[in-house]
Each structure stands twice: as structure tokens, then as C-alpha cells.
């Protein structure tokens, strides 16, 4: 079965740049997303495919990817970016879903 | 604008079923596939199954095969998903959650959640 590993949780200072990775067989075919997580609140989507952000989310949340490990990048953090984030992914079939670990990221 | 609705919190008994619907409305609610994604108490998100909302086709995560069922009613433009043989490991919060027709399979859209507590 697919399994997508993520640090389960990292901290930043206002301003300065965190990277969050996501590591699994399946990302070597497959693209990674990255969703937001409030607490309280349901997942949105900050970026997705080779480099896209939904509209509304700022430009400070970048992606990458290389081999079997995807990244999401906040550069300047803001106290608003403190939150879980899960990378996501489908499996080599194609018709199954599976999302990260999940990292806490901490803005001090 | 894309609104999914998810009825209320449920508190159910250990070995009984709970079925949690998912209203959508701001788009042709058939041209999409919706998705199950649950959520137990400070734990990760667990993604369950889809249904194509036009063709009626299921997937089914292995872990819930058996358990779960995923239907829809077009008529009512609503999602539903029933999950059967609960137990205290079921009680988390279930999102239905639309997947964007834009080729990258994302999960654009949610609904607010609906709380399942499994209690004897």
C-alpha cells in the first residue's frame, strides 16, 4: 500500500522561510498536493501539481519535487500560516487516495 | 460559488451504522467525483472512497472495504456515505470533499464536517 511520510512537525520564526517534505514510493509517478489545516476547520488546498496555487493563496507557498520526496515551501511565514499541513497524493492504480503524515507547523 | 452542506453530529452505539449525507449546490453536481475523508481525534486525515457523482462509480479504501458505502442522489444533488459495524475507532469527524475537474485530482472544496462519536 502507498504511505506518504511527513515530519511530524517543524517551527519557523515570523518572517523567515520553512520547508515541509513528503516522502513516498508513489511520488516518483505521481503528483503531490498540499492541503491546510486549521484546528477546528477542514483542509484547504495551498498547492497542487507542478506548481499551482488555487486562487487566494498567497505566493508565499511554493512546491517541488524530486524523486519519491515533495517539499511545500512558506517563505516569510506569517502568524497565519500556523497550522497542519498533509501532502496528498493518488496511488500507482490511480482510483486511491492517500494523505500524509501531517507536519505542525509552529510560527514563533 | 461551490457549497457542500453535511448534515449534523451523530452519536451512535457501538456495532450500529451511521449514514452522513453531503448537500452540494454552485455547480452541476453530476460532472463530479466527491470523496470521503475522515479525521479521529487529533490524528491525520484518512481518505475512504469516491463516487463519480454522474456514472455512480465507487472505490472503496481497502482499510473500510466492506464497512463503507458511498451513494448519491442526483434528483436531491446530495452525497452520502454510510459507514456500518462501528466501534469507539470510528468516532471522528467526516468531510465529504469534491474533487476539482481540472486534471490534478485536488480536493478543492469541502464540506464543514460531521462529528460521529461512537459511545456505548
Known amino acids: 500500500s502507498s504511505e506518504l511520510t511527513q515530519d511530524p512537525a517543524v517551527s519557523v520564526a515570523l518572517g523567515q522561510t520553512v520547508r515541509i517534505t513528503c516522502q513516498g514510493d508513489?511520488?516518483?509517478?505521481?503528483?503531490v498536493h498540499w492541503y491546510q489545516q486549521k484546528p477546528g476547520q477542514a483542509p484547504v488546498l495551498v498547492f497542487y501539481?507542478?506548481?499551482s496555487r488555487p486562487s487566494g493563496i498567497p505566493d508565499r507557498f511554493s512546491g517541488s519535487s524530486s524523486g519519491n520526496t515533495a517539499s511545500l515551501t512558506i517563505t516569510g511565514a506569517q502568524a497565519e500560516d500556523e497550522a497542519d499541513y498533509y501532502c496528498?497524493?493518488?496511488?500507482?492504480?490511480?482510483?486511491?487516495?492517500?494523505f500524509g503524515t501531517g507536519t505542525k507547523v509552529t510560527v514563533l | 460559488q461551490v457549497h457542500l452542506v453535511q448534515s449534523g453530529a451523530e452519536v451512535k452505539k457501538p456495532g450500529a451504522s451511521v449514514k452522513v449525507s453531503c448537500k452540494a449546490s454552485g455547480y452541476t453536481f453530476t460532472s463530479n467525483t466527491m470523496h470521503w475523508v475522515r479525521q479521529a481525534p487529533g490524528q491525520r486525515l484518512e481518505w475512504m472512497g469516491w463516487?463519480?457523482?454522474?456514472?455512480?462509480?465507487?472505490v472503496y479504501s481497502q482499510r473500510f472495504q466492506g464497512r463503507v458505502t458511498i451513494t448519491r442522489d442526483t434528483s436531491a444533488s446530495t452525497a452520502y456515505m454510510e459507514l456500518s459495524s462501528l466501534s469507539s475507532e470510528d468516532t471522528a469527524v467526516y468531510y465529504c470533499?469534491?474533487?476539482?475537474?481540472?486534471?490534478?485530482?485536488?480536493?478543492?472544496?469541502w464540506g464543514q464536517g460531521t462529528l460521529v462519536t461512537v459511545s456505548s
Open positions: 501539481g507542478k506548481n
Open positions: 463516487i463519480h457523482a454522474g456514472y455512480g462509480k465507487t
Open positions: 496528498n497524493s493518488r496511488d500507482s492504480s490511480g482510483n486511491h487516495y492517500v
Open positions: 508513489n511520488l516518483r509517478t505521481s503528483y
Open positions: 470533499a469534491r474533487e476539482d475537474n481540472t486534471g490534478w485530482f485536488t480536493f478543492g472544496n
